[in-house]
């Protein structure tokens, strides 16, 4: 099915600033190829900061093992968004936090990438809270308590494995967002911080 350039055109010249900038760092990369040099033009013609167009193309791209090994050092270099240090480089682990309340359980597994420090800290109170208000859902509080529990020491033996799959996953997803801000370590560590908070 043929795409209307025009109108596309027409569409970005319509959107506010905001918009055209999260077209660039997020969804470049599901763009039609013939819709985005539309997209680079409309960033140039506003005066947009230009590394947006850098975050484009490399989502537009394959990305090789050395690109994604430089994206994934990149977030791992930066100050933890949690405690601000700069200490150790950041790691990606799997909180996982259990609440009942009588019928109703929930689970949450949410990936944060953190220093050492400040991730065994997050790990240790999500199992504190787990064993505390876990186990009151009846029936599934105490089986999904124990799961969680015993998951989060078993994760703890396989952290390496697991910190590089979150990092490989960050990296490959945020890119756009990574290569747009890649010398600007405050917007790196504020969407990181972002993340680890919505995840």
């Given amino acids: 099915?043929?795409?209307?350039?025009?109108?596309?055109?027409?569409?970005?010249?319509?959107?506010?600033?905001?918009?055209?900038?999260?077209?660039?760092?997020?969804?470049?990369g599901s763009l039609r190829p013939e819709v985005v040099p539309i997209l680079k033009e409309e960033i140039r013609k506003r005066g947009l900061d230009s590394n947006l167009i850098i975050g484009i193309e490399s989502q537009t791209k394959e990305l090789t093992e050395a690109e994604l090994n430089e994206l994934k050092s990149k977030i791992a270099k930066l100050a933890?968004?949690?405690?601000?240090?700069?200490?150790?480089?950041l790691t990606g682990i799997i909180i996982r936090e259990v609440k009942s309340i009588v019928v109703i359980t929930q689970y949450k597994k949410t990936p944060v990438i953190l220093c050492p420090t400040c991730a065994q800290k997050k790990r240790k109170d999500a199992m504190?809270?787990?064993?505390?208000?876990?186990?009151?859902?009846?029936?599934?509080?105490?089986?999904?308590?124990?799961?969680?529990?015993?998951?989060?020491?078993?994760?703890n033996k396989k952290r390496d494995i697991i910190s590089d799959s979150?990092?490989?996953?960050?990296?490959?997803?945020?890119?756009?967002e990574i290569r747009t801000n890649w010398d600007?370590?405050?917007?790196?560590?504020?969407?990181?911080r972002h993340k680890n908070n919505t995840n």
């Fill in 1 to 28: 099915m043929a795409i209307d350039l025009d109108q596309i055109r027409k569409n970005y010249e319509s959107f506010e600033d905001y918009k055209i900038e999260h077209l660039a760092k997020n969804e470049a």
């Fill in 184 to 192: 600007k370590e405050n917007e790196l560590v504020d969407f990181v």
């Fill in 80 to 89: 933890c968004p949690e405690c601000g240090q700069h200490h150790t480089p």
């Fill in 128 to 155: 504190i809270s787990t064993a505390l208000l876990g186990w009151w859902g009846i029936p599934s509080g105490i089986f999904q308590t124990l799961h969680a529990l015993i998951s989060s020491l078993t994760d």
């Fill in 166 to 176: 979150i990092l490989t996953q960050f990296a490959i997803i945020n890119i756009g």
